[in-house]
């Protein structure tokens, strides 16, 4: 659960980022639950490690996931999201 709360950080961090003005937490969500264990303990180290290229291409790979994309879609917002991170 630990990991999962760092990654969401470090998801949030990098949404607000490339996204100005959108609600991360909705975008972080889809991103951690469609995400993989390596893939959440990749962005969790980031929490100390710091972001790094690899870390938002990472985020970047589970918004483009169809699953992600249903998610997003769910929540209300725009399929076409993931392209702008």
Excluded: Y
Excluded at 3 to 22: F, S, Y
Aim: charge should be positive.
């Amino acid at each position: 659960m630990l990991a999962r709360d760092r990654a969401k950080t470090v998801v949030n961090q990098i949404v607000a980022e490339r996204l100005p003005g959108v609600n991360a937490a909705p975008v972080t969500d889809c991103v951690i639950d469609n995400a993989s264990a390596s893939e959440i303990a990749l962005v969790a180290r980031a929490s100390v490690t710091g972001i790094t290229e690899r870390t938002v291409d990472t985020v970047v790979d589970v918004t483009r996931r169809p699953e992600t994309l249903s998610c997003l879609a769910q929540k209300g917002l725009p399929m076409l999201m993931q392209a702008r991170l």
